[in-house]
């Protein structure tokens, strides 16, 4: 029998999960092997400090998923898990190469798997899933069905949220979210406060409410508690919007303290907060979300488009009482009928059986990676990150524009966007945003940033001979 003493701090969900969790993970690292025999349930109970039954649940989880095996009088052995036929998924469709060549390099997307293990436990959940598909082709009510809001208050929990059911909806993604949110908030003319240099989908949606979107002024740890005090004052304000954890695109997260001063100016003022939390689940051990803070002044949208994948086009909103969550239903009702039932079954299954927790183990991990592939390649101050980011924000010097250093990398396989997108109040600054998620590799990834580290050393005239 190994040894085998599992660090639960490594995962973030509940510690009966967290023992799966981390035999998938020591599975995958080579720690564990095929054959190997776990510890007795009652001696890594007594090991670990925790309930003979969170063992057993955990040691249970960890069959359920296809790693482990146990056997009456022998014990519990590690078994992998990783073919196809044990998981009962098993496909001779080859994908189909129109759809695996569209990318849009301009968004802001995190790391796709690529283990095998880890992509045949989510074709299984599809597998699952597809055993209703005549059921999940029709109208379903708005909002979730019970089994789906459950889900989904499982998921929030793990930032701290316990909302009743009332408040939870399950939604076709963060910005028919947000256009409903706002549309109910304010009124054409009227003001919303933003980051100035904030996520430009916002903008876009200000834009088509007919909002007058005002940017706060920002330091390091996210827009000033005595700015948004003067523009409450100054503009009467009917929200404010915020993206408060790797926002998107300065990488910054507002620290705890921070979110409390700016929680209790919105107090002061009655400013309803609209809390885009696209990225909360990114960091392990990340501040509490806004609306844990002040829930009946927060509208939270936990999307899915970042920590598990944009294509499921899914948002958890939780509305800040039972009476806010009228209304929202009813816009968002004669706006998108309902999510799609497909998607919403997915992400439910996967959130139940313990695949999400794996797809956002994977991209932390990934993202990780990627960003100490930057670390060593780009000098140190020359660039804004956060060590689990999937962008960076590079500000630009030596004579480089932010048009001219796009046109220059346009070519390199990575996303580089202008700060024009981003800017919401007065002069954009000469920086861009550089995204390195998505489906590049890291040997791609690591050509690109190298070719990017190459021309920021020169000047534009000598880097290349036109643009």
Same mark, same amino acid.
């Given at each position: ?67 482990? #095996? ?18 009962? =998924? ?189 990225? #909360? ?46 209304? =929202? ?32 183990? =994977? ?105």
């Amino acid at each position: 029998m190994k040894t085998w003493n599992p660090d639960l701090s490594r995962s973030g969900g509940p510690r009966y999960m967290a023992i799966a969790d981390v035999i998938e993970m020591d599975l995958r690292s080579g720690h564990l092997v095929v054959g190997d025999r776990l510890p007795p349930q009652r001696e890594l109970a007594k090991r670990l400090g925790i309930d003979f039954t969170t063992v057993a649940r955990g040691y249970l989880e960890a069959q359920k998923r296809g790693l482990v #095996g146990s056997h009456v009088g022998r014990g519990t052995f590690v078994t992998g898990g990783a073919d196809k036929e044990r998981r009962g =998924f098993v496909s001779d469709a080859a994908p189909d190469p129109r759809r695996a060549s569209v990318v849009d390099f301009s968004m802001n997307m995190p790391p796709e798997p690529d283990d095998p293990d880890l992509l045949a436990r989510m074709r299984e959940g599809l597998s699952a899933v597809a055993t209703n598909l005549v059921s999940l082709l029709r109208y379903q009510g708005f909002g979730g069905a019970g089994m789906d809001k459950d889900a989904a208050a499982a998921w929030l929990s793990r930032r701290g949220l316990v909302p009743s059911q009332e408040r939870i909806f399950v939604t076709p993604g963060a910005h028919p979210a947000l256009l409903a949110i706002f549309g109910m908030l304010a009124k054409p003319g009227e003001t919303v406060l933003s980051e100035n240099i904030t996520y430009p989908g916002m903008r876009s949606i200000a834009a088509q409410l007919r909002l007058t979107l005002a940017g706060l002024p920002m330091d390091e740890e996210g827009i000033i508690p005595a700015a948004f005090a003067q523009a409450c004052e100054a503009r009467k304000p009917k929200a404010l919007y915020l993206n408060p954890t790797l926002q998107n695109p300065l990488t910054l997260t507002i620290p705890e303290r921070r979110r409390e001063e700016i929680c209790a100016v919105a107090r002061r003022y009655h400013v309803p907060i609209v809390e885009d939390d696209a990225y #909360g689940f990114i960091p392990l051990h990340g501040p509490p979300p806004l609306a844990a803070t002040a829930p009946d002044l927060t509208w939270h949208i936990g999307g899915l488009a970042k920590c598990i994948g944009a294509g499921l086009r899914l948002a958890y909103v939780v509305a800040p009482d039972t009476k806010a969550a009228w209304p =929202f239903a009813s816009a968002m009702r004669a706006n998108n009928v309902m999510a799609s039932p497909l998607t919403v079954a997915l992400a439910t299954r996967w959130i139940d059986d313990g695949t999400a927790d794996s797809i956002l183990r =994977f991209i932390r991990e990934e993202a990780a990676a990627r960003q100490a592939l930057v670390a060593d390649i780009l000098p140190g101050g020359s660039y804004r990150s956060d060590p689990i980011s999937f962008n960076i924000w590079l500000p630009l010097t030596g004579g480089w524009t932010r048009s001219t250093f796009g046109s220059h990398m346009r070519s390199a396989g990575i996303g580089v966007v202008a700060s024009d997108a981003f800017t919401v109040d007065g002069p954009a600054p000469e920086a861009v945003r550089v995204c390195i998620g998505g489906p590049i590799r890291r040997a791609a990834l690591k050509g690109a940033l190298e070719f990017m580290g190459h021309a920021l050393e020169s000047s534009p005239e000598m880097a290349g001979s036109f643009f």
